[in-house]
C-alpha cells in the first residue's frame, strides 16, 4: 500500500510571494489533515477535511492560507502572501475514515520564506 | 482533548529498554492515549495507542496506569534507529476527536 505522498519536498520563496503544496492521501482513506510544523515544536493541525468537506479549520490564518479537497481525493494547501513566520514544515496525513482512526503522515514540504 | 506534559529529553543506551512517560491528568473517561514519533526530516509515525488496558504490538508496549492519569511507552530493546522525538496525544476516538501535539520528548539511543 503507497503511503501519503507530498510534493514538493523542498521550496524557497520570497515573502509576499504564493506558493502550494500538493497531497495525494492513501487511497481510499476518507479523511485528510494539514499540519504546520515550525521547527523544534509539535505539529500544529491547520485543517481536517472528510471526503470534500471542511471538518475543522478553526488554527487555518484564513487572511492568507487556503485548502481545498476536490473530489475528496487529492489535495492542495496554498499561502498567500507569505510571510517569514511561514516558515516550516508542511505535514499532510490521511485516515480511513474519520479523525477517530490512526493518522498516517506523508513525509512533509519543507517551506523556507525568505 | 486533555493536555499531555511530557520530559523534553532523554537517553537510552543501546540495547536497553527505554521507558518514555507521559502525564495526562486531565484525561476523559473516554479519551485514549495514542504515541507517535518523528523520526528527523521524516513526518510522524504510529507507534500504538489505549484506552484502559496495557497495550504491546511489534514496535512497543503502552502501560497505563489505573487512574489513566499517566501512561509510559516502552521499548523493550532500543536501537540506535529509535532515535526520534516521541509524541504522547489523547484524544477521542471519534471524529470529535482531534490530535493535538505538544512539543515531545527527544529520545537519543547511545551507542
Known amino acids: 500500500e503507497a503511503g501519503v505522498a507530498q510534493s514538493p519536498r523542498y521550496k524557497i520563496i520570497e515573502k509576499r510571494q504564493s506558493v502550494a503544496f500538493w497531497c495525494n492521501p492513501i487511497?481510499?482513506?476518507?479523511?485528510l489533515y494539514w499540519y504546520q510544523q515550525i521547527l523544534g515544536q509539535g505539529p500544529k493541525l491547520l485543517i481536517q477535511?472528510?471526503?470534500?468537506?471542511?471538518?475543522?479549520d478553526s488554527q487555518l490564518p484564513k487572511d492568507r492560507f487556503s485548502a481545498e479537497r476536490l473530489k475528496g481525493v487529492d489535495s492542495t494547501l496554498k499561502i498567500q502572501p507569505a510571510k517569514l513566520e511561514d516558515s516550516a514544515v508542511y505535514l499532510c496525513?490521511?485516515?480511513?475514515?474519520?479523525?477517530?482512526?490512526?493518522?498516517?503522515f506523508g513525509p512533509g514540504t519543507r517551506l523556507l520564506v525568505l | 482533548d486533555a493536555k499531555t506534559t511530557q520530559p523534553p529529553s532523554m537517553d537510552c543506551a543501546e540495547g536497553r529498554a527505554a521507558n518514555l512517560p507521559c502525564n495526562h491528568s486531565?484525561?476523559?473517561?473516554?479519551?485514549?492515549v495514542y504515541w507517535y514519533r518523528q523520526i528527523h526530516s521524516q513526518g510522524p509515525q504510529y507507534i500504538i495507542h489505549?484506552?484502559?488496558n496495557n497495550e504491546t504490538n511489534e514496535m512497543a508496549s503502552l502501560i497505563i496506569t489505573e487512574d489513566r492519569k499517566s501512561s509510559t511507552l516502552i521499548l523493550p530493546h532500543a536501537t540506535l534507529r529509535d532515535t526520534a522525538v516521541y509524541y504522547c496525544?489523547?484524544?477521542?476516538?471519534?471524529?470529535?476527536?482531534?490530535?493535538?501535539f505538544g512539543d515531545g520528548t527527544t529520545l537519543t539511543v547511545k551507542p
Open positions: 496525513a490521511s485516515s480511513r475514515r474519520g479523525a477517530g482512526e490512526t493518522q498516517y
Open positions: 487511497s481510499g482513506h476518507a479523511t
Open positions: 477535511f472528510q471526503n470534500n468537506g471542511v471538518v475543522d
Open positions: 486531565t484525561i476523559s473517561g473516554n479519551e485514549y
Open positions: 489505549g484506552l484502559k
Open positions: 496525544i489523547v484524544r477521542l476516538n471519534t471524529n470529535a476527536g482531534k490530535s493535538t
